[in-house]
C-alpha cells in the first residue's frame, strides 16, 4: 500500500515560500544593483526604466529558482504542474488585460481626483515605454508564479 502524504496547510506553505524567497530574491537584487553599479542606499525613486527592468528580472529569477525548488522537493511536483506551459484563449487574455486596464485607469483618476499625481507634461520616448512593457510582463509573471507556483 502506496503512504499518502497530508497536504501542508496553507500558513505553513507560506512560512516555507517566504523565507527562502527573501533571502534568494534579496540575493539577485542585490545581485542586480552591482551588476547596475548602484549602491544599497540608492533611492527608489531615481531608478531608470532600464534599471527597474534589470532589478525585476533579477527578482524573476529569484521567484524561478524559489518556486522550481519547492515544486520539486516540497511538493513532489513538476515546475509544468503550475500550469504555464497552457496557453488558454486570446478571450481570457483579452479580458485580463481588460480588467487590468479599467483598474489602473480608476486607480490613475483617483490619484488625479485626490492631487496626489500632478501632471507636468508629456514626453514621449519608445525606448522607455518599451522597457516599462518588459518590467510590467516580469512583475505580472513574477507574481503570477509565485501566487499559482505556492
Excluded at 27 to 45: A, D, R
Excluded at 128 to 146: G, H
Aim: charged share 15%; net charge positive.
Amino acid at each position: 500500500m502506496e503512504k499518502k502524504h497530508a497536504p501542508i496547510k496553507g500558513w505553513v506553505r507560506v512560512l516555507i515560500f517566504i523565507i527562502p524567497f527573501f533571502i534568494v530574491a534579496g540575493i539577485f537584487q542585490v545581485v542586480g544593483m552591482k551588476i547596475l553599479g548602484l549602491n544599497m542606499t540608492h533611492q527608489p525613486e531615481s531608478v531608470e526604466p532600464f534599471q527597474a527592468l534589470v532589478l525585476e528580472l533579477c527578482m524573476l529569477i529569484g521567484t524561478l529558482i524559489v518556486v522550481g525548488l519547492l515544486r520539486r522537493y516540497i511538493d513532489k511536483e513538476s515546475f509544468m504542474s503550475t500550469g504555464f506551459y497552457r496557453f488558454r484563449s486570446i478571450k481570457d487574455g483579452s479580458i485580463g488585460f481588460a480588467i487590468g486596464a479599467v483598474i489602473m485607469i480608476l486607480g490613475f483618476t483617483c490619484l488625479i481626483g485626490l492631487k496626489e499625481i500632478t501632471w507636468v507634461g508629456t514626453q514621449f520616448d519608445s525606448l522607455k515605454i518599451f522597457q516599462l512593457i518588459v518590467f510590467y510582463i516580469f512583475v505580472a509573471i513574477a507574481e503570477e508564479l509565485a501566487f499559482r507556483g505556492y
